[in-house]
């Protein structure tokens, strides 16, 4: 059960080729793991990317500082 139904079921049509591979609840599973392990990953990798960039002004700087070890966690 999810309060996000509707997200779950547009996730999945997003992706090419992926119904012929859901024939169980385990392969839903695997599918929202994979995808909420990429979308992760390419949140982590854009916070480091900002960590290069000096031109940041303060506030942005700090918030960076906070969400790095929090993407590092769930990595």
């Keep these: 059960s999810t309060f996000y139904l509707e997200l779950c079921f547009s996730t999945v049509a997003s992706k090419p080729n992926v119904t012929h591979k859901v024939t169980s609840h385990r392969d839903v599973i695997k599918l929202f793991l ?42």
């Design 34 to 75: 994979d995808i909420t392990t990429r979308a992760v990953e390419h949140n982590y990798f854009t916070v480091k990317k900002l960590t290069t960039k000096h031109d940041l002004q303060t506030r942005p700087n700090k918030a960076r500082e906070k969400c790095t070890p929090r993407l590092s966690r769930n990595h």
